[in-house]
């Protein structure tokens, strides 16, 4: 845990220098991260080996652990595996898109290309939450560590609210531009309404 937590540190703290080589770079290594951890989940996050046991080797590590494991020790493991998954969660090396996949899709104006899980979304969420989290762009297959870091999540109301306020903005501003005539301004604003409305 401490080389990944180490990692995930370098990763957020190269993002933030001046250095373009060394940004680009982050963003490769929070990739392969990403990557590694789906690949050693069970070696990192022991509950997903434990969820995968039958019931008869529930039942018989449940028996080991009451005559022969420590108690103590246990609780402290635990207690320390909390602490790192908290701090992952919370470091920027997320490898997200920097700039909007789909045209018409909500963006802020702040250009990242790494960020914390806890401020992400997967893709298919981008519709919903585009403005307010980032996009993740890298691919995860772990079922586990997509909960763990809230991807599998229901977008929050609030970021919903957030978004619609972009797309009402971004209408807005395509409906007040000037165009050489009627028709490329309604060809325009049919295509962004054909947009919003089929996503």
């Not at 909500?106 to 969420?125: D, G, Q, R």
């Amino acid at each position: 845990w401490k080389t990944v937590l180490e990692c995930a540190r370098s990763i957020e703290f190269d993002a933030t220098c001046d250095d373009e080589e060394k940004v680009i770079s982050a963003k490769n290594r929070g990739s392969e991260l990403l990557m590694f951890l789906d690949m050693n989940v069970d070696t990192f996050f022991p509950d997903t080996a434990k969820s995968k046991q039958s019931k008869t080797g529930r039942f018989l590590s449940k028996v080991n652990a009451a005559f022969f494991e420590d108690s103590k020790k246990k609780k402290i493991e635990k207690e320390q595996l909390d602490q790192n998954i908290n701090e992952l969660l919370n470091i920027k090396w997320v490898p997200v898109h920097n700039d909007p996949p789909q045209e018409y899709l909500p963006w802020p104006n702040i250009p990242t290309l790494v960020a914390a899980p806890i401020e992400s979304v997967l893709p298919e969420h981008m519709w919903l939450a585009s403005y307010s989290k980032h996009l993740v762009n890298g691919d995860l297959h772990s079922q586990y560590l997509k909960n763990l870091f809230g991807w599998q999540n229901a977008i929050s109301p609030r970021d919903v609210s957030t978004q619609l306020r972009a797309m009402s903005d971004i209408y807005a501003n395509a409906k007040s531009q000037k165009y050489d005539n009627v028709r490329d301004q309604d060809m325009s604003l049919k295509g962004l309404c054909q947009k919003y409305s089929s996503e």
